[in-house]
C-alpha cells in the first residue's frame, strides 16, 4: 500500500466551515467523494478524478456570511 499526498482541500459550505474527509475513492473512475466531519452535518461533496488539485468550496459556503464584515 501506497499513500499518496493530494492537494485538495474541501471546506463544507454549512455554518462551521469544516475541512471535509475523503469519504470514498473509486480506483477504476478516479471519483473521490468527502463528507463533512460535523455531527448531524449532511454535506457531500464528490469530485471526478480529472478535477485539478484545488480547493473547494461547499454548497452553501458564501450564503452564511463567511467573510463579509459585519
Not at 499513500?3 to 485538495?8: L, M
Not at 455554518?15 to 449532511?42: I, V, W, Y
Not at 457531500?44 to 468550496?57: F, I, N, Q, R, V
Amino acid at each position: 500500500m501506497r499513500i499518496k499526498r493530494a492537494a485538495t482541500q474541501v471546506i463544507c459550505g454549512a455554518q462551521h466551515k469544516f475541512s471535509m474527509f475523503l469519504e470514498s475513492f473509486d480506483p477504476e473512475t478516479n471519483h473521490r467523494s468527502f463528507r463533512c466531519p460535523q455531527r448531524g452535518c449532511a454535506q457531500t461533496m464528490k469530485l471526478s478524478g480529472d478535477e485539478a488539485p484545488a480547493y473547494w468550496l461547499g454548497e452553501g459556503f458564501f450564503e452564511t456570511g463567511w467573510g463579509k464584515d459585519e
